[in-house]
């Protein structure tokens, strides 16, 4: 790979790098500033990149003839000379292994010290002996693919089994970064183009039971029963917990503020943004995290810790505690993660709302919430439709009006001549026989009855601007006056305007509910 270098003895810089097999340097008239560094910087990747199409033209980019080779070998020049660039291929691109490196360095500054670990162990591990000595613009798919294949066969530690496919993916990311970042600079096609991640199975969430946890709370040997009140009933993560501090837990407000953590033993900084957050204690957590101040409060600055004040360790705890534990009571073994989803299930189970949940665990949306739990939020999967039919059946009727039916002079208009005519004399007809008499019904509302009969004034008026349409028959009953006259008011006139009442709406589907 080329690089932007200065002369010592006039102070400007020079761009020096490899073409045709020999090292070549340019030299400029510009002063050695970050701007000029800049410019010559962008002048370079274009070349570099017209090296690796083979398009360069080097008499028509510095406008002179290629320099002829000298008398020693490329390998003869690097040994001489101590300044000589990083050995790249006749293309000009670099080595896989020289980019690797550049890339990491550019990169590790934004990074977080355990996923500089991680990405520098897959680096050393897998990436650099198997694609260190090629060449990135020589990289195929074939070969992304050949190495893909390789790492399905590779024994997992401390297991059986090969590596998963989780794992897989884990390694082959960087690969994908150093081979677009490359392809970006260099002007070439990555060899990870339409190369899809392998599929991970999803991981179950198994939280314990109420009875489960109740089992280990007093079952735990004691120097351990406040750590695990903590980890069931406020969801924190295991670093989380374990870079716990006393300057973080706020008595008086009821609150833990989860700020720090511990990543491979060492303390470093939160998994994401969204897990800086404020917990609220139950009085549960609250009385437990008093009891553990007298015991770790003046011993160290971590709240859960061993003798020696130090943080617990995970693997210890793993081995002496949590899986011994597991086995007395003859519960079936999963990770000791599973009592953050413990927590997550409890709250769901008790109705909290989502959103508080979430930022209790950090989560900085419901969506994880929604995905991962959905079979712990209440009514969330059930699929009876029991709360619709409740509601249709409280507030919606479909039962056929009985009674007279009224319609509107316009509505009759738009009725055909001989339906309009066959209406009236279904009307008169009706208005004859019908023990109902539609004078009472259309009667002002509340106007009182005078020796079961409605004031006639309304009911003219009102019939000038309905149409009373032919009602359902019924017998006439000689006791039908006189029981209207002992009630007060006709039951027909009441079922009617019971059903012509609307029925009252739900809370929420008020206005300014």
């Known amino acids: 790979m080329g690089s932007i270098r200065r002369l010592d003895s006039k102070g400007t810089l020079f761009l020096d790098f490899r073409y045709a097999g020999q090292r070549l340097r340019e030299y400029t008239a510009l002063a050695d500033t970050p701007m000029n560094r800049k410019r010559l910087q962008k002048a370079l990747e274009r070349i570099e990149g017209e090296i690796a199409l083979g398009t360069f033209d080097y008499e028509k980019t510095f406008g002179k003839p290629l320099p002829a080779k000298?008398?020693?070998?490329?390998?003869?020049?690097?040994?001489?000379?101590?300044?000589?660039?990083?050995?790249?291929?006749?293309?000009g691109t670099p080595l896989f292994k020289d980019f690797a490196d550049m890339w990491f360095a550019e990169c590790e500054v934004s990074w977080r010290r355990s996923y500089r670990v991680t990405q520098r162990g897959s680096l050393d591990q897998y990436l650099i002996p198997y694609f260190g000595d090629k060449e990135v613009?020589?990289?195929?798919?074939?070969?992304?693919?050949?190495?893909?294949?390789?790492?399905?066969?590779?024994?997992?530690?401390?297991?059986?089994?090969?590596l998963s496919n989780r794992r897989i993916n884990s390694v082959m990311k960087p690969l994908?970064?150093?081979?677009?970042?490359?392809?970006?600079?260099?002007?070439?096609?990555?060899?990870?183009?339409?190369?899809?991640?392998?599929?991970?199975?999803?991981?179950?969430?198994?939280p314990f039971t109420l009875e489960e946890v109740q089992q280990i709370l007093t079952t735990v040997r004691a120097d351990f029963g406040t750590y695990f009140t903590v980890r069931f009933f406020t969801g924190m993560r295991t670093g989380e917990v374990h870079g716990l501090k006393w300057k973080y837990i706020d008595f008086e407000r009821r609150l833990i503020l989860v700020r720090e953590a511990i990543v491979m033993k060492e303390e470093d900084e939160l998994k994401t943004d969204g897990s800086v957050r404020d917990i609220q204690m139950t009085d549960l957590v609250f009385d437990a995290l008093q009891a553990q101040f007298k015991v770790t409060g003046k011993l160290s600055e971590f709240v859960f810790c061993n003798r020696k004040g130090e943080p617990i360790d995970n693997q210890n705890f793993l081995n002496r505690v949590w899986s011994p534990l597991l086995r007395h009571l003859n519960i079936p073994h999963r990770r000791a993660y599973q009592m953050r989803h413990t927590a997550a299930t409890l709250w769901l189970a008790a109705g909290e709302a989502p959103e508080w949940i979430a930022r209790q665990l950090g989560h900085t949306s419901t969506e994880m919430l929604f995905r991962?739990?959905?079979?712990?939020?209440?009514?969330?999967?059930?699929?009876?439709?029991s709360a619709m039919e409740r509601l249709l059946k409280q507030h919606i009727s479909v039962a056929p009006v009985q009674g007279l039916v009224v319609r509107l002079p316009e509505e009759a208009a738009m009725l055909p001549a001989a339906q309009q005519a066959g209406a009236h004399a279904a009307s008169a007809e009706t208005a004859a026989n019908d023990v109902?008499?539609?004078?009472?019904?259309?009667?002002?509302?509340?106007?009182?009855?005078?020796?079961?009969?409605?004031?006639?004034?309304?009911?003219a008026n009102e019939a000038q601007a309905f149409e009373v349409l032919p009602a359902p028959r019924?017998?006439?009953?000689?006791?039908?006056?006189?029981?209207?006259?002992r009630v007060g008011t006709d039951p027909g006139e009441a079922e009617l305007a019971a059903l012509l009442r609307p029925p009252p709406l739900p809370p929420f589907l008020r206005h300014g509910s």
Not at 142 to 155: E, I, M, Q, T
Not at 372 to 385: A, C, E
């Open 70 to 91: 000298s008398g020693h070998t490329d390998s003869e020049a690097s040994s001489n000379d101590a300044e000589s660039s990083q050995p790249t291929a006749r293309s």
């Open 372 to 385: 991962v739990y959905s079979r712990y939020v209440p009514n969330l999967t059930r699929r009876d439709g």
């Open 176 to 206: 994908r970064q150093i081979l677009n970042e490359a392809a970006d600079r260099l002007e070439f096609t990555s060899a990870f183009r339409n190369i899809k991640p392998l599929k991970m199975k999803r991981s179950d969430v198994m």
């Open 436 to 459: 109902l008499d539609p004078s009472a019904l259309l009667s002002q509302p509340g106007a009182p009855l005078q020796n079961g009969q409605a004031s006639s004034a309304p009911a």
């Open 474 to 485: 019924r017998r006439k009953s000689a006791s039908g006056a006189e029981g209207r006259n």
């Open 137 to 162: 613009g020589h990289i195929t798919k074939a070969d992304v693919l050949a190495f893909r294949a390789s790492l399905a066969k590779v024994p997992a530690r401390k297991s059986l089994s090969t």
